[in-house]
């Protein structure tokens, strides 16, 4: 069994940084693709930033470029992938997903991913 769970969301104001964590316990959990996504409020979930399980990274979207940074950590057992948020704006404002897809691809369609419940990140102006 895989388990997902993020935290460091909160309520910062803009200009202000977040750092997002996710551990995933598990079998092989070294396997897995990892990713976060978002969810604002009124509108589709959107890929952020992805790191592929054999290295490699993804932008999903230009919006956080420069200011987002994405890195895991594997040298504990549990298996942990951080969100660097720096310069967060009112629009970064969203319920932040981690999810993990066992040998999968950052352009995949993560529909057999495991997900977390998700940590909120608000930014006020």
């Not at 990713?35 to 054999?54: N, Q, Y």
């Not at 919006?63 to 967060?88: P, Q």
């Amino acid at each position: 069994q895989v388990q997902v769970v993020e935290s460091g969301g909160g309520l910062v104001q803009a200009g202000e940084s977040l750092n997002l964590s996710c551990t995933i316990s598990g079998r092989n959990s070294d396997d897995y693709t990892m990713g976060w996504f978002r969810r604002a409020p009124g509108k589709e979930r959107e890929g952020v930033l992805c790191i592929k399980w054999s290295g490699g990274i993804t932008a999903y979207t230009d919006a956080v470029k420069g200011r987002f940074s994405i890195y895991r950590d594997k040298a504990n057992v549990k298996n942990k992938l951080y969100l660097r948020m720096n310069s967060l704006k009112p629009e970064d404002t969203a319920m932040y997903y981690c999810a993990a897809d066992w040998l999968g691809e950052c352009s995949g369609s993560w529909d057999g991913a495991f997900w977390g419940q998700g940590t909120q990140v608000t930014v006020s102006s």
